[in-house]
């Protein structure tokens, strides 16, 4: 045992180490995505293949942890390997990915006093749009340009960055609580990826501490830890693309720790607060408020006692919720609002919800996954639980449903479950190595081959999660 113990560590220590090279090369490589470079000049089929070999070492480490006894030497160890391979990031282009200039862009509008529901990117364009092309036909005058001044303003402070913001005809989708970790950054330094990564690696190095809290309540080993903070694909989306996932974390860890030890408003609160960061965690709350329904009902012996408790608990958790969208749902720009476009159009690397659309139509196949979603969520509910395992287990399962069947698979949303992986591993965790294909979207979407993308490399990313 001891031998095995031993090989085992030599064997993280090896992949720690490979996966530290990995990042330090990740980090140079990244410069040859430069924004202004023509994607197909990329070398994007190098960098798939540098993501899946990441994967590999990635997932060999965590068959060596199952046969590691922990200790204090080997947990640094691998606390300190996943801060560094986070730290690299700092100073690199984001690799084929442009959400951090629409969070610059609110957190700059925040920091200002402005409402980032209200005037869209293109409303807020210093100089007129299109007038050099207008200009360069005979006996066409420009239309007169007159954005919003102290928008303008803030829009002129971004400069390039500023030109870089995607989807410049709507407004923000970003719910109020992300909006002030956007500002945060802002505050710390306008207009800088950066500051904006720093105040994810604090959010990060919370969830580590959270994880860490959760591992011991579980009685599991502090060193499972590593399949959130060694995660490849997670290091690259969040820290270099900049992807806000990392700040979602620490509400859903206090949404489960609070499910764990059994204080079930603290969970439904927790829930409600990641839901105001991002809204698809609301869909966890009723685990808090079920669980509190069977523990009433337990002490009690009275139903009806028992969904009074399951009402207050899920009444609650709606009232954060609301409380903090309010200011996002109010005062919305409806005819230019990102938040109700990301509902009711927006597909991006969808799996089988192309199934769904092509045999229901969008709208009614948006509608099934709600309602498949939901079912699955019933169906999971009506078992009471053995055990906080049991529970974890069946939260894996919802957002596995929830992550095959929506219409946006994009890879950072791997994050979201990755936490839940620690104590429940699924198959979920292969998109780890499947993931990094949705690389290939951009140079085919130049190529005018999307098809090909839609059709063969989105199936060949999520098919193995089923098998």
Same mark, same amino acid.
């Given at each position: 045992m001891i031998r095995l113990t031993r090989k085992s560590e030599t064997v993280i220590v090896i992949c720690g180490g490979l996966l530290l090279l990995w990042a330090g090369g990740l980090a140079l490589f990244a410069s040859a995505f430069d924004y202004t470079r023509p994607i197909l000049d990329r070398? +994007? =089929? @190098?960098?798939?293949? &540098?993501?899946? @070999?990441?994967?590999? /070492?990635?997932?060999? @480490?965590? !068959?060596?942890?199952?046969? #590691? /006894?922990?200790? !204090?030497?080997?947990? %640094?160890?691998? *606390?300190? /390997?996943?801060? &560094?391979? !986070?730290?690299?990031?700092?100073?690199? =282009?984001?690799?084929? =990915?442009?959400?951090?200039?629409?969070?610059l862009w609110d957190g700059a509008q925040v920091r200002a006093g402005l409402n980032p529901y209200i005037v869209t990117p293109y409303e807020a364009r210093p100089d007129p749009p299109y007038n050099d092309l207008i200009r360069s036909i005979p006996g066409a005058t420009p239309e007169p340009w007159s954005p919003p001044p102290a928008h303008a303003k803030v829009a002129r402070e971004g400069g390039e960055s500023f030109y870089r913001v995607a989807y410049p005809l709507l407004t923000s989708i970003y719910p109020p609580i992300t909006e002030g970790f956007f500002a945060l950054a802002a505050f710390v330094k306008p207009w800088s990826l950066d500051a904006w990564r720093a105040v994810m690696l604090v959010a990060e190095a919370v969830s580590l501490v959270g994880l860490f809290v959760i591992m011991r309540a579980l009685n599991r080993s502090p060193l499972w830890v590593i399949v959130y903070w060694w995660n490849p694909l997670l290091v690259r989306e969040v820290m270099n693309a900049g992807h806000m996932e990392a700040i979602l974390i620490p509400f859903l860890l206090l949404g489960w720790w609070g499910l764990i030890k059994g204080r079930h408003y603290l969970s439904a609160i927790g829930w409600a607060l990641a839901g105001a960061v991002k809204i698809w965690p609301l869909v966890l709350l009723p685990f808090a408020a079920v669980a509190k329904g069977h523990r009433t009902q337990q002490n009690t012996q009275s139903p009806t006692s028992s969904? #009074?408790?399951?009402?207050?608990?899920?009444?609650? %958790?709606?009232? *954060?919720?609301?409380?903090?969208?309010?200011p996002q749902l109010l005062t919305q720009n409806r005819s230019h609002s990102g938040l109700i476009a990301y509902t009711l159009d927006w597909q991006t690397n969808a799996f089988l919800f192309r199934g769904l659309q092509a045999l229901l139509g969008d709208n009614v196949a948006r509608l099934m996954v709600a309602v498949v979603v939901i079912g699955s969520l019933i169906w999971m509910l009506r078992i009471r639980f053995s055990s906080p395992h049991a529970e974890t287990r069946a939260i894996v399962s919802v957002m596995w449903v929830f992550l095959l069947l929506s219409p946006t698979g994009y890879p950072w949303y791997l994050v979201w479950v990755l936490p839940f992986l620690c104590a429940a591993p699924s198959s979920l965790l292969? $998109? +780890? $190595?499947?993931?990094?294909?949705?690389? &290939?979207?951009?140079?085919?979407? /130049? =190529?005018?081959?999307?098809?090909?993308f839609q059709d063969f490399v989105s199936p060949l990313i999520f098919a193995p999660v089923i098998g």
């Open positions: 070398p +994007t =089929e @190098a960098l798939i293949a &540098l993501m899946m @070999a990441a994967a590999l /070492v990635y997932f060999i @480490a965590i !068959r060596a942890t199952i046969k #590691v /006894v922990p200790k !204090r030497s080997i947990i %640094g160890f691998a *606390v300190v /390997v996943g801060a &560094l391979m !986070r730290l690299f990031m700092f100073g690199t =282009e984001p690799i084929y =990915e442009d959400d951090s200039y629409r969070y969904i #009074v408790s399951m009402a207050l608990v899920a009444g609650a %958790g709606l009232v *954060v919720f609301a409380a903090f969208l309010a292969l $998109l +780890t $190595l499947t993931q990094p294909l949705y690389m &290939l979207r951009f140079p085919l979407g /130049v =190529e005018d081959r999307t098809d090909i």
